[in-house]
């Protein structure tokens, strides 16, 4: 037995306190791993390697705001646990923004185990097990607090702290929270008050979403709770065919130990109290509100406080069993670990991944912004493995992992990660990217040969539109990853885009999740467009957009493989884009537009309409075609009219930037359809207004602080689209390994890849004025054009950039050179 101690009731509830755990933490790393010292640091810099550690100049707190979604918790990298807030703004079946965390929301119900980044669909996904520290005495069921006025507690941001791996958080109860995480598993210190009642309540009915069954036990004489929730249901409450996703697709075990007695407990169900009682179940429905308050089900087990007001708690998770939960937390975190020290090594977890890519120059913002959106790009995939290689697969049966393979991860949201996250993936963690592709291709097998476009955890949610597999399977293998059965995926893939299903001819979800993943697909075969009355999709116009891309990544992938019948057929597909371009929608040009199956427009039509679109208008799809650049220019009248098309794009009629969102007609940077075009100006001869677009959207939409993301991150795709713009490239188009190059604002950077050549990127005089090119070479040799191809992103090399504070209208401007 430990022997007794006591700590001040807050000790991190005030800024002093605050302060003491920021000291404690920052001793506890460099135990760890020590900051390098002057002599060292210099030595650092010389080979580009940066002074601080990146996990310090990460910031989790950013995105927390302005509907970014993100959550501020701790969690690893492409950890299966993610131990974070549940806020509340007074409605038990909601929380604050979708995953459970808004930064001006300042009162929570629990901590919960697992949590996703940046997805939308509110209340967003997971948010398993809330666990409460709760000063009081329980004296009703907390399923029953349908407000939360009681079961749950204020708290300021001067009693939070957030690091890559930590999460320390005061309530104004006078409780404390601390928290480190490794991949499947967690241990917490919790302290309460000495002279208050204190519990611990595990909620564990109380996903985000809700939950069909759940199940709590209490083990007295081991000092143990263990138990399950049934839920899934992402997406469940949207209004645009949510309420077929209400349904379960994972079941989440934990097994939580103790330090000590436990000299309380009890359960409840619904609104029952059952004080004394060590056992309980019942789910709460996916309904919301009304429809849904009062359900549920928990547990609580209180501590004597009097002598010793610190309780320490070890969990570990699971998607297979219980055994498993218990086998994680055995595995990861040895049996004394205290919550410094599993911080410390998470710290150095993150600082490995965040290693990847070394940067000098740039403000010390710059920087924090910079390891931040690497941060959220790396968090995902996740793993859903537990040590032994087992897995609650899509069929919901146990599988083993498939040879050669490490680890099974989900948490696909394939809509938007295909444009920028999966491209970071693939160039920084190649092994990683690897896994994830076999991850999806298991599930798919195991889903009667279909390929999910939003997979959470093991549930085929449908969310959102195309077929997104094929182009991050597509684009994996181009950028030369190759430990998956990348020739069994291709033939899925193949499949699934030629032979027609059932589910596409279904509305069920419809339109925000409509089941086919290839919506009508004879139909489509047959038109070479998805008609707009017909398609069970979305709209018509961006399923064909989608699916243009798509197949323009499988015949580059044909190619590759030396399939040429394959090449020949999905490159002819590729262009089916044309069939939804109008050339005379406007008076002023033409527009991607829907139309119907017998031929004809839809009408009415305005560039600023979403009809036949997915979260966008026809002023944002008209560009969304990668893959055709040139062709897409040449349907316009060319590169020069089509390029001042797309500077008012950009631009108000005034001539000012308009790059935040907010008007139909022009650039969103809050969502994923539109944006590669800054980047298309490379493509139309004019690199120059590329590199000002980009570093304008990189200085006023982007930034530090809780708002400094423009929207959802979406499973770090926003942040990727950061981390590549900053390093001044960008993928050219899915399916590719081809680079856009822009204007670097960092002097210096170096991707490190592990068994690959480095990638060096030089820009000497890259600050705040100098954002234009004016000369670039490769590997020591002149560039004279805008792009490189999949030879620097295979093999590595240097890219240097002269760089210059106003345009250079002549470099990379030869129509010759130009990408396609």
């Keep these: 037995m430990r022997p007794h101690r006591l700590r001040t009731a807050r000790r991190f509830g005030t800024r002093s306190g605050v302060a003491l755990a920021a000291t404690a933490l920052s001793t506890a790393l460099a135990v760890a791993a020590p900051f390098p010292s002057a002599a060292s640091a210099a030595s650092a810099a010389s080979v580009g390697i940066p002074a601080e550690r990146p996990s310090s100049l990460v910031d989790p707190l950013i995105g927390s705001a302005n509907g970014g979604n993100t959550y501020p918790g701790a969690t690893l990298p492409y950890g299966m646990i993610a131990w974070s807030p549940t806020s509340t703004?007074?409605?038990?079946?909601?929380?604050?923004?979708?995953?459970?965390?808004?930064?001006?929301?300042?009162?929570?119900?629990?901590?919960?185990?697992?949590?996703?980044?940046?997805?939308?669909?509110?209340p967003g996904a997971a948010g398993d097990v809330p666990i409460m520290p709760f000063t009081g005495d329980v004296t009703s069921s907390p399923s029953a607090d349908t407000k939360d006025a009681v079961y749950?507690?204020?708290?300021?941001?001067?009693?939070?702290?957030?690091?890559?791996?930590?999460?320390?958080?005061?309530?104004?109860?006078?409780?404390?929270?601390?928290?480190?995480?490794?991949e499947r598993a967690g241990v917490a210190d919790f302290t309460f008050p000495s002279d208050k009642p204190a519990s611990l309540l595990f909620r564990v009915s109380n996903s985000l979403n809700g939950s069909e069954d759940a199940h709590v036990d209490i083990d007295t004489a081991h000092r143990k709770?263990?138990?399950?929730?049934?839920?899934?249901?992402?997406?469940?409450?949207?209004?645009?065919?949510?309420?077929?996703?209400?349904?379960?697709?994972?079941?989440?075990?934990?097994?939580?130990?103790?330090?000590?007695?436990?000299?309380?407990?009890?359960?409840?169900?619904?609104?029952?109290?059952?004080?004394?009682?060590?056992?309980?179940?019942?789910?709460?429905?996916?309904?919301?509100?009304?429809?849904?308050?009062?359900?549920?089900?928990?547990?609580?087990v209180g501590f004597d406080t009097s002598a010793d007001n610190d309780v320490h708690m070890r969990i570990g998770i699971s998607y297979v069993s219980l055994a498993g939960a218990e086998t994680n937390l055995r595995h990861e975190i040895r049996p004394h670990a205290s919550v410094a020290q599993v911080a410390g090594a998470g710290a150095q977890a993150w600082d490995r991944e965040l290693d990847s890519v070394r940067v000098q120059g740039g403000s010390d913002a710059r920087r924090r912004t910079f390891y931040t959106a690497l941060y959220h790009a790396l968090m995902q995939p996740d793993l859903i493995s537990d040590t032994d290689g087992r897995y609650w697969g899509m069929d919901q049966a146990v599988h083993r992992l498939a040879r050669g393979q490490r680890a099974q991860y989900s948490n696909f949201s394939g809509w938007d990660q295909y444009r920028a996250q999966i491209q970071l993936l693939a160039l920084l963690?190649?092994?990683?990217?690897?896994?994830?592709?076999?991850?999806?291709?298991?599930f798919a097998r195991q889903n009667g040969g279909v390929w999910d476009r939003w997979v959470h955890i093991s549930g085929a949610t449908h969310v959102m539109t195309g077929d997104p597999s094929a182009a991050t399977l597509a684009t994996f293998y181009a950028m030369g990853v190759r430990n998956f059965d990348y020739r069994g995926a291709f033939d899925s893939l193949v499949r699934q885009a030629t032979v027609p299903t059932a589910d596409e001819l279904s509305d069920a979800g419809c339109p925000g999740q409509c089941t086919g993943q290839r919506p009508n697909l004879a139909q489509y075969l047959s038109s070479h467009y998805a008609a707009q009355d017909v398609c069970h999709c979305w709209g018509g116009a961006a399923e064909t957009l989608e699916d243009a891309v798509a197949d323009s990544a499988l015949a580059r992938w044909a190619t590759l493989l030396g399939r040429d019948t394959e090449a020949r057929v999905f490159t002819e597909r590729a262009a089916y884009w044309r069939n939804v371009f109008d050339p005379g929608a406007t008076g002023t040009g033409g527009y991607i537009r829907a139309r119907k199956l017998d031929g004809s427009w839809v009408t009415p039509f305005s560039p600023g309409s979403d009809l036949g679109f997915a979260q966008g208008t026809s002023a944002t799809y008209t560009w969304m075609v990668p893959q055709d650049v040139q062709g897409l220019a040449e349907a316009m009248g060319g590169r020069e009219t089509a390029a001042a098309r797309l500077d008012g794009f950009f631009h108000n009629a005034d001539g000012s930037w308009s790059v935040r969102g907010g008007d139909a007609l022009r650039y969103d940077p809050t969502n994923e359809p539109g944006i590669h075009a800054p980047w298309l100006y490379n493509a139309l001869g004019q690199p120059w207004k590329t590199q000002a677009t980009v570093r304008q959207i990189l200085d006023t939409v982007y930034g530090t602080g809780p708002s400094g993301l423009p929207g959802n991150d979406d499973l770090g795709t926003m942040s990727a689209w950061y981390v590549f713009s900053a390093l001044g490239i960008y993928p050219r188009t899915p399916g590719s390994a081809d680079l856009l190059l822009g204007a670097p604002v960092f002097t210096s950077a170096l991707i490190d890849r592990p068994g690959r050549k480095d990638i060096r990127i030089d820009a000497p005089a890259a600050d705040d004025t100098h954002s234009y090119v004016t000369a670039a070479t490769l590997n020591s040799r002149p560039l004279e054009r805008s792009w490189t191809d999949a030879a620097l992103t295979r093999s590595g090399g240097t890219l240097a950039f002269r760089l210059t504070d106003r345009p250079d209208t002549a470099w990379a401007t030869d129509p010759e050179g130009l990408p396609r």
């Excluded at 994830?436 to 298991?442: G, V």
Aim: glycine share 18%; net charge positive; charged share 15%.
């Design 429 to 442: 963690k190649p092994t990683v990217a690897g896994d994830f592709a076999q991850s999806l291709y298991n």
């Design 152 to 182: 749950a507690a204020d708290f300021s941001h001067a009693d939070e702290k957030a690091v890559p791996g930590r999460y320390t958080l005061g309530l104004a109860s006078g409780a404390t929270a601390d928290l480190a995480v490794s």
């Design 89 to 122: 703004t007074g409605d038990q079946t909601g929380t604050g923004a979708a995953n459970g965390y808004q930064y001006n929301t300042t009162r929570i119900r629990g901590l919960s185990l697992t949590h996703v980044n940046g997805a939308g669909c509110n």
């Design 225 to 300: 709770v263990t138990g399950w929730v049934l839920t899934g249901a992402f997406c469940g409450r949207r209004a645009n065919g949510g309420v077929n996703n209400r349904k379960s697709y994972y079941r989440l075990y934990f097994s939580a130990s103790f330090d000590r007695a436990f000299s309380t407990v009890g359960t409840w169900h619904d609104g029952t109290l059952s004080p004394g009682s060590t056992t309980a179940g019942g789910g709460e429905g996916y309904a919301t509100g009304a429809d849904r308050a009062g359900r549920g089900s928990g547990g609580w």
